[in-house]
């Protein structure tokens, strides 16, 4: 089978509202600066910036702000054709803090949810190496539901699975229904994306790390878990059947001056999503993964247009 596409990325598209004064809660945020955002959206744009062949599933509203998605995802080489305008849904906007930890944020869902089987025609993800999504877009149906069905069809046409497991209560506040959906996606072996603030939220309390790798390899048998540790950089841990379990922790890429974290995780696993479609080995993959983390970090909204990031992520060996 010739999988001409990279990666399908399905979840939100939205507007970030991003706060313009630093390190201050929403509810001391004067003012706003907008930006395309939305976790599986951003992966798109960075994979497609370095040059990979992307689509985004997902669903705006047919509105200004609809508009102005459009137009940013075709300014980034992001292929539309699976993004579906809905006519009485208006687009999903979050206000986020500025903040170099973990930002606040307030959603505002609308559109995002409205994401049907239908976008996504089953021949396509017979053509796609990697199937893409987050927690925060398993979240609500229609979404869920198509997601989970689209995730057994890119399974059973052999198309490697990868999610960004990017819980909050907010986002998902029925922890049940969270743990269940979440295992059904996992059944598939997806590549798993975390961080500590999403196992803390997810578990309820400050798990240790090999107690988090257990879970996942152990429960929800995945074999691949990347846990991202903030400044202190990243754990992974791969666990194949009848093989020992391998684990690689690196340091973060050093940043001196920390613009802004939003999306940081998105470019880490999306230069690591990059490394992996590549075949390169793991431990380069995580190392072109923290590059991009850094290069985002110096930034503030999406990654900047007059970097030449495809050159800097390479010359990592």
Same mark, same amino acid.
């Given at each position: 089978?010739?999988?001409?596409?990279?990666?399908?990325?399905?979840?939100?598209?939205?507007?970030?509202?991003?706060?313009?004064?630093?390190?201050?809660?929403?509810?001391?945020?004067?003012?706003?600066?907008?930006?395309?955002?939305?976790?599986?959206?951003?992966?798109?744009?960075?994979?497609?910036?370095?040059?990979?062949?992307?689509?985004?599933?997902?669903?705006?509203?047919?509105?200004?702000?609809?508009?102005?998605?459009?137009?940013?995802?075709?300014?980034?080489?992001?292929?539309?054709?699976?993004?579906?305008?809905?006519a009485v849904n208006p687009t999903?906007?979050?206000?986020?803090?500025?903040?170099?930890?973990?930002?606040?944020?307030?959603?505002?869902?609308?559109?995002?949810? !409205? =994401?049907? +089987? &239908?976008?996504?025609?089953?021949?396509?993800? /017979?053509?796609? *190496?990697?199937?893409?999504?987050?927690? @925060?877009?398993?979240?609500?149906?229609?979404?869920?539901?198509?997601?989970?069905?689209?995730?057994?069809?890119?399974?059973?046409?052999?198309?490697?699975?990868?999610?960004?497991?990017?819980?909050?209560?907010?986002?998902?506040?029925?922890?049940?229904?969270?743990?269940?959906?979440?295992?059904?996606?996992?059944?598939?072996?997806?590549?798993? !994306? =975390?961080? +500590? &603030?999403?196992?803390?939220?997810?578990?309820? /309390?400050?798990? *240790?790390?090999?107690?988090?790798?257990? @879970?996942?390899?152990?429960?929800?048998?995945?074999?691949?878990?990347?846990?991202?540790?903030?400044?202190?950089?990243?754990?992974?841990?791969?666990?194949?059947?009848?093989?020992?379990?391998?684990?690689?922790?690196?340091?973060?890429?050093?940043?001196?001056?920390?613009?802004?974290?939003?999306?940081?995780?998105?470019?880490?696993?999306?230069?690591?999503?990059?490394?992996?479609?590549?075949?390169?080995?793991?431990?380069?993959?995580?190392?072109?993964?923290?590059?991009?983390?850094?290069?985002?970090?110096?930034h503030v909204g999406r990654l900047?247009?007059?970097?030449?990031?495809?050159?800097?992520?390479?010359?990592?060996?």
């Amino acid at each position: 089978m010739n999988r001409d596409i990279d990666i399908i990325c399905v979840g939100e598209v939205l507007i970030d509202f991003i706060g313009h004064q630093k390190e201050v809660r929403i509810d001391q945020t004067r003012d706003y600066h907008r930006y395309l955002g939305g976790s599986p959206t951003n992966v798109a744009m960075n994979l497609a910036r370095l040059g990979m062949n992307v689509k985004l599933a997902a669903t705006r509203g047919d509105d200004g702000l609809g508009l102005y998605i459009e137009e940013k995802l075709a300014e980034n080489g992001v292929q539309t054709d699976l993004v579906r305008t809905d006519a009485v849904n208006p687009t999903s906007v979050i206000f986020v803090s500025k903040t170099t930890g973990t930002p606040d944020f307030i959603p505002y869902r609308y559109a995002d949810t !409205k =994401i049907t +089987e &239908d976008q996504i025609p089953d021949e396509l993800i /017979e053509k796609t *190496s990697i199937f893409h999504t987050t927690a @925060f877009a398993l979240s609500k149906n229609p979404a869920r539901t198509t997601i989970l069905a689209k995730a057994k069809k890119a399974f059973e046409a052999g198309c490697t699975l990868s999610i960004d497991l990017n819980y909050s209560p907010r986002i998902f506040p029925k922890k049940e229904k969270a743990m269940e959906t979440f295992r059904k996606y996992c059944s598939y072996n997806p590549l798993v !994306k =975390i961080s +500590e &603030d999403d196992m803390e939220r997810l578990f309820g /309390e400050r798990k *240790s790390h090999d107690e988090i790798f257990d @879970f996942f390899h152990n429960d929800f048998g995945v074999e691949l878990v990347c846990l991202t540790l903030g400044s202190d950089g990243v754990k992974l841990s791969r666990k194949r059947k009848k093989e020992s379990q391998e684990i690689i922790e690196l340091p973060a890429a050093r940043v001196e001056n920390i613009l802004d974290a939003t999306g940081a995780g998105d470019a880490f696993w999306s230069g690591f999503l990059f490394a992996y479609i590549k075949e390169y080995e793991v431990e380069r993959c995580l190392k072109i993964a923290l590059s991009l983390a850094a290069i985002k970090l110096q930034h503030v909204g999406r990654l900047p247009q007059n970097v030449d990031i495809l050159t800097q992520l390479l010359d990592f060996k």
